[in-house]
């Protein structure tokens, strides 16, 4: 993978912590820091969050600092050493932090209505059925999406696949598959229905289309923040307008979705991860 993507967070990142004045580690009881996953390295994830950091900042009297990550592994990592505060997951991401980490959810996301998990192929593919994956190359996103990763896996249980590839974004997943590195790639719907426009020399069929809907994303809290702490950041976010929580797109006051199903799949996945590095890929 090209090296852009690292160097485009780091100045980002470094643009977040400049914005936010924070030069404290993320454990102080001073700082608060935001996780939050962002693909393509937009830069204009600072204004988006920037009301809101500046609301936080001041209900808190912490100094808020924004951490943007490219992609899933990444924000495991961050979510392993508890670096931070806040996070603002989708729903793998989301599973993993409750089952693994003791993340607590506080708020739902605006989430994509229906999201669901597919697996696709080339429309001129002669592969019709998951069976006949079997001996193929796949493409699956990054560990902690739910859609690239922990349902396909799930789905494609008891299959011996010839390799798996490890894409760092959706549009690479089906970049794989056009290009026939891979005989098929998983992605939700969502994120076909957008990428696929931009793939313009190629076309997709769906292969399989897993049966449950996935929850949408949530806000996450560090369960090492004391609780009286825990408890003030929860009514401040409570509290933002609802219009300018859009932004960032949580809804404060909702219902914080069941992830126990999502938390099943997890776990259930996670004993097959060791066969992984192996090839043939023995999904059993």
């Known amino acids: 993978m090209s090296g852009k993507f690292p160097r485009r967070l780091f100045i980002l990142q470094l643009l977040c912590w400049l914005v936010a004045g924070c030069q404290s580690t ?14 393509d390295g937009d830069e204009q994830i600072i204004n988006r969050y ?4 500046n609301y936080l900042a001041e209900k808190t009297k912490a100094r808020v600092r924004l951490e943007p990550t490219f992609n899933e592994n990444k924000a ?11 996070v603002f997951a989708p729903p793998g991401l989301a599973a993993v932090a409750i089952a693994r980490y003791e993340y607590k959810p506080v708020f739902p996301l605006e989430g994509v209505n229906n999201l669901r998990s597919v697996l696709v192929v080339r429309k001129d593919s002669p592969i019709q059925e998951l069976k006949q994956l079997q001996g193929k190359t796949i493409a699956l996103g990054q560990r902690g999406s739910v859609t690239g990763y922990y349902l396909p896996l799930y789905n494609l249980y008891g299959l011996t696949l010839a390799d798996i590839l490890s894409a760092p974004t ?12 891979a005989a098929a790639g998983a992605v939700s719907v969502a994120e076909l229905n957008f990428y696929s426009p931009q793939l313009q020399q190629a076309q997709f069929r769906i292969l399989y289309t897993d049966p449950h809907y996935v929850p949408p994303g949530v806000v996450l809290i560090r369960s090492t923040i004391k609780p009286n702490r825990q408890k003030h950041i929860r009514q401040v976010m409570s509290e933002f307008p609802a219009v300018l929580a859009q932004e960032v797109g949580y809804v404060p006051n909702g219902q914080v979705p069941d992830y126990k199903y999502m938390i099943d799949v997890v776990e259930r996945v996670k004993l097959i991860t060791p066969q992984l590095e192996n090839k043939p890929v023995r999904l059993f």
């Open 76 to 86: 495991i990592e961050r979510l392993e050493s508890q670096a931070w505060s806040l």
């Open 26 to 39: 993320p454990k102080s009881e001073g700082v608060l820091t935001i996780g939050v996953l962002n693909y």
């Open 170 to 181: 959706p549009k690479t997943v089906l970049e794989w598959v056009a290009e026939g590195k």
């Open 50 to 53: 920037a009301k809101f950091n």
